[in-house]
Every structure is written in structure tokens, then in C-alpha cells.
């Protein structure tokens, strides 16, 4: 069984067991749990409910003088798959792996950007943590790129694996924050490479950032400042997570991690250093291509698309009719798109993007 199975399983064994998990001190909410539980929204303590959360409601709250965010359970996450239906319960697993991080020596610095945990309880369906007042980022500049990385950094080597990091799952405070854990999961990253072991080596930190996120800023960038302030940003982010990924392999290397983890990492080092000029825009495609489909595939997967999802396939079929002999040189073509011709390959995307059309969640 994969180790992504064994987790759904048990996971889904522990919603069946009828065991309870709770994180954090009752009694510093600043709110009765039960008023917490049924909330209507028109208290004078409710400042505004959130658009978006497809796992949770989300409220903003005020009370004892500072702001709060309350995440309450939906009866049903609004992703249909098993990880979609078991976010919330994962979110609070993950929780309490972050407050006992963060309790370490040193613990609070290393993990400050991830919100903490006031309360939070899977089976009352109730989580609270501090409001952060900031926003969405707009745009990514080495400021923001140096704080992500050092923080999915710290993640990586105490073994939590974000699979999520898209622009809704990050705010920005003058610190890049992250609080939304319902699909970060555990893996030992001394021989693993994400959460499904050694299975799948196409996803890593710098990839599911580039995917859930960076490529939808780069396809906007393209279009309201031109390719060459794209390839520009792009450098920019390699750069950013190759010195990540140098810190990463010294550090696990440090630690005794496996040479079939220490190489993996190395790969994509020598990969990304060897892009300038003309094999940075291959890059640019081989990534973006990776990045795009991905992006497709899960949002296909989970019948949550948007009109981004739709501004991705379009990315894709332009790629795939402008580049395709570049892509396959590139290898970039990975899955079920491997082997096909040209034409097949644009009518498997005219088709995904068809049935995109019809999964529209807004
Ligand atoms: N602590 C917080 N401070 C400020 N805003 C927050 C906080 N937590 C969540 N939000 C806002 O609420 C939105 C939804 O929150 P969150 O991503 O945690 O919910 P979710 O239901 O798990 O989302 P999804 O499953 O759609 O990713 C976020 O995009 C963010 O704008
Ligand atoms: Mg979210």
C-alpha cells in the first residue's frame, strides 16, 4: 500500500473510531466553545465571514480587544476525495505537530510563520487561532520567496510535507504566515522524498509552490508585463530555493538522510544551475508545463475549478501547439501525456478543459 493510502486509511479509521483529538488550552478561548459552535453571524462580535474556505467556514471575530479567526468544520468539505473529506481532521493533526514545534527550544523563531493554535477540537468541529492582519500576496519579491523558503526549510527537516501553498493558504504581514494545515502531512525527510515516500519524485517543496502557486503569478506576469519580466521573476524564485535546497542537502546530510534523498535534491541543483539565457526559458516551459498540468489534473480531480484553471489549460494547448517539439526534447511531458503526438496531445487538452467548463465551482 502507498504510504498515501495508509494514511487516508488510518485517517478514515480514526474518523470511524469516534476518538476525539483536541490542541491548545480551552480555557484561553476568548469565547464559550458553545457560543463558538452556534454562531449565526449577526453578534456584535462577528466582524465578517470569509469567502473561500472550501474545508471550513471561516469567521473573523472580535472579542477581549483582539482580533480571531474561527475555522468551523463543514459537515462536508466541499473537495470530493478522501483528502478533501478528512482536511479537517488533518488540519487538527497537524496543529498539534506544529504547537509541539513550536514548544521546542528555539521553536517559536523557527515555525513564527505558522499561526498558532488558541483551541481546536475535531470533533466539536472547532478551531481558533490569532486573526493575521494582512494580505493575499500580490507580488512575490525576494522578501517574500527568502521568508516561504526559509520556513518550508524548517517544515521539510521536522518532517511536515505542504502540499497546498496556494495563494489562499498564504498571507503576508510583513512575514509570509501560513495557517491553513489541511493538506500538510508527515514524511521522514531523511528517506523520503514527500509524503508518499519515494513514489513519486516529481513533487517537492519548490515544485508544489511553483505548481499550487508561482506559475498562475508567472502566467498573469506574462500577460500584464511581457515573457521577459516573467523569466526574470522565475530566475529570481531559483535562485531563492536553490539556496534553500543547498541549505537542505548540508543539513540532512548533517543529519544521516539517505543518498538516494541527497542526490534527488542535488538533481534539481544542477538542473536549475546550469539555466541562463536560452535554457532558462526552457526551463521556463518544462517547469511551467509540469506546473500548469499539475495544477489542472488536481483541480480536475477535486471538481474545483476556476477561471485560472481555465486560463492554465489555455497556457497548456498554446504550449503544446507552439512548443511540442520543444517539450518532448525538454522530456517534459510526464504521466499519460508521454508518447503522444501533437495532435493527440492538444485534443487531451481541449477535452480536459471541457470538462473543466463544467467543474466550475463559482
Ligand atoms: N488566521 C487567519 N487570519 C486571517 N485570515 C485568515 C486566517 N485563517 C484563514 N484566513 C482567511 O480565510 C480564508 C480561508 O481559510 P483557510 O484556507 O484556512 O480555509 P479552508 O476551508 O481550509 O480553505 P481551503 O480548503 O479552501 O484551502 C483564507 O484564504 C484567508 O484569507
Ligand atoms: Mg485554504
Same mark, same amino acid.
Given at each position: 500500500?502507498?504510504?498515501?493510502?495508509?494514511?487516508?486509511?488510518?485517517?478514515?479509521?480514526?474518523?470511524?473510531?469516534?476518538?476525539?483529538?483536541?490542541?491548545?488550552?480551552?480555557?484561553?478561548?476568548?469565547?464559550?466553545? #458553545?457560543?463558538?459552535?452556534?454562531?449565526?453571524?449577526?453578534?456584535?462580535?462577528?466582524?465578517?465571514?470569509?469567502?473561500?474556505?472550501?474545508?471550513?467556514?471561516?469567521?473573523? =471575530?472580535? &472579542?477581549?480587544?483582539?482580533?480571531?479567526?474561527?475555522?468551523?468544520?463543514?459537515?462536508?468539505?466541499?473537495?470530493?476525495?478522501?483528502?478533501?473529506?478528512?482536511?479537517?481532521?488533518?488540519? @487538527?493533526?497537524?496543529?498539534? #505537530? %506544529?504547537?509541539?514545534?513550536?514548544?521546542?527550544?528555539?521553536?517559536?523563531?523557527? /515555525?513564527?510563520?505558522?499561526?498558532?493554535?488558541?483551541? $481546536?477540537? *475535531?470533533?466539536?468541529?472547532?478551531?481558533?487561532?490569532?486573526? %493575521?492582519?494582512?494580505?493575499?500576496?500580490?507580488?512575490? #519579491?525576494?522578501?517574500?520567496?527568502?521568508?516561504?523558503?526559509?520556513?518550508?526549510?524548517?517544515?521539510?527537516?521536522?518532517?511536515?510535507?505542504?502540499?497546498?501553498?496556494?495563494?489562499?493558504?498564504?498571507?503576508?504581514?510583513?512575514? %509570509?504566515?501560513? /495557517?491553513?494545515?489541511?493538506?500538510?502531512?508527515?514524511?521522514?525527510?531523511?528517506?523520503? *522524498?514527500?509524503?508518499?515516500?519515494?513514489?513519486?519524485?516529481?513533487?517537492?517543496? !519548490?515544485?508544489? /509552490?511553483?505548481?499550487?502557486?508561482?506559475? !498562475?503569478?508567472?502566467?498573469?506576469?506574462?500577460?500584464?508585463?511581457? @515573457?521577459?519580466?516573467?523569466?526574470?521573476? /522565475? &530566475?529570481?524564485?531559483?535562485?531563492?530555493?536553490?539556496?534553500?535546497?543547498?541549505?537542505?542537502?548540508?543539513?540532512?546530510? +548533517?543529519? $544521516?538522510?539517505?543518498?538516494?534523498?541527497?542526490?534527488?535534491?542535488?538533481?534539481?541543483?544542477?538542473?536549475?544551475?546550469?539555466?541562463?539565457?536560452?535554457?532558462?526559458?526552457?526551463?521556463?516551459?518544462?517547469?511551467?508545463?509540469?506546473?500548469?498540468?499539475?495544477?489542472?489534473?488536481?483541480?480536475?480531480?477535486?471538481?474545483?475549478?476556476?477561471?485560472?484553471?481555465? &486560463?492554465?489549460?489555455?497556457?497548456? @494547448?498554446? &504550449?503544446?501547439?507552439?512548443?511540442?517539439?520543444?517539450?518532448?526534447? =525538454?522530456?517534459?511531458?510526464?504521466?499519460?501525456?508521454?508518447?503522444?503526438?501533437?495532435? +493527440?496531445? @492538444?485534443?487531451?487538452?481541449?477535452?480536459?478543459? +471541457?470538462?473543466?467548463?463544467?467543474?466550475?465551482?463559482?
Amino acid at each position: 500500500m502507498s504510504r498515501d493510502r495508509e494514511r487516508q486509511q488510518s485517517q478514515l479509521a480514526f474518523v470511524a473510531s469516534g476518538n476525539d483529538i483536541e490542541v491548545g488550552d480551552r480555557g484561553r478561548l476568548p469565547l464559550p466553545a #458553545d457560543v463558538l459552535k452556534n454562531l449565526r453571524g449577526d453578534e456584535n462580535f462577528v466582524v465578517a465571514r470569509l469567502e473561500g474556505g472550501l474545508t471550513a467556514e471561516v469567521w473573523r =471575530l472580535k &472579542a477581549a480587544g483582539r482580533e480571531w479567526t474561527l475555522k468551523r468544520a463543514r459537515a462536508r468539505c466541499l473537495v470530493q476525495n478522501v483528502d478533501g473529506q478528512t482536511s479537517f481532521l488533518n488540519e @487538527i493533526q497537524r496543529r498539534a #505537530d %506544529i504547537a509541539a514545534l513550536k514548544a521546542l527550544p528555539g521553536g517559536r523563531e523557527r /515555525f513564527a510563520g505558522c499561526v498558532d493554535t488558541v483551541w $481546536g477540537c *475535531f470533533r466539536e468541529g472547532l478551531l481558533l487561532s490569532p486573526w %493575521i492582519d494582512g494580505g493575499a500576496v500580490a507580488d512575490w #519579491d525576494e522578501r517574500r520567496l527568502v521568508q516561504l523558503f526559509a520556513l518550508l526549510e524548517e517544515l521539510i527537516l521536522a518532517g511536515l510535507f505542504e502540499w497546498d501553498l496556494c495563494p489562499g493558504n498564504l498571507l503576508d504581514d510583513g512575514a %509570509i504566515r501560513m /495557517f491553513d494545515f489541511g493538506y500538510m502531512y508527515r514524511f521522514d525527510p531523511l528517506t523520503e *522524498f514527500n509524503s508518499n515516500g519515494r513514489e513519486a519524485p516529481l513533487f517537492h517543496a !519548490a515544485e508544489r /509552490f511553483e505548481t499550487r502557486n508561482y506559475f !498562475a503569478w508567472l502566467l498573469e506576469l506574462e500577460f500584464s508585463a511581457g @515573457i521577459a519580466a516573467a523569466l526574470a521573476a /522565475f &530566475a529570481l524564485e531559483k535562485r531563492v530555493a536553490g539556496a534553500c535546497y543547498e541549505r537542505l542537502v548540508s543539513r540532512l546530510a +548533517a543529519r $544521516g538522510a539517505a543518498p538516494e534523498v541527497l542526490s534527488w535534491l542535488r538533481g534539481f541543483l544542477d538542473v536549475w544551475g546550469k539555466a541562463q539565457g536560452e535554457t532558462l526559458a526552457d526551463l521556463y516551459l518544462a517547469e511551467g508545463w509540469r506546473s500548469h498540468r499539475l495544477d489542472l489534473d488536481d483541480d480536475l480531480r477535486g471538481k474545483t475549478c476556476t477561471k485560472r484553471t481555465l &486560463a492554465r489549460c489555455d497556457w497548456l @494547448i498554446a &504550449a503544446a501547439r507552439e512548443h511540442f517539439a520543444a517539450l518532448t526534447g =525538454l522530456d517534459a511531458l510526464f504521466w499519460h501525456d508521454e508518447g503522444l503526438g501533437r495532435e +493527440a496531445l @492538444i485534443a487531451r487538452l481541449e477535452a480536459d478543459r +471541457a470538462r473543466a467548463e463544467r467543474f466550475q465551482i463559482k
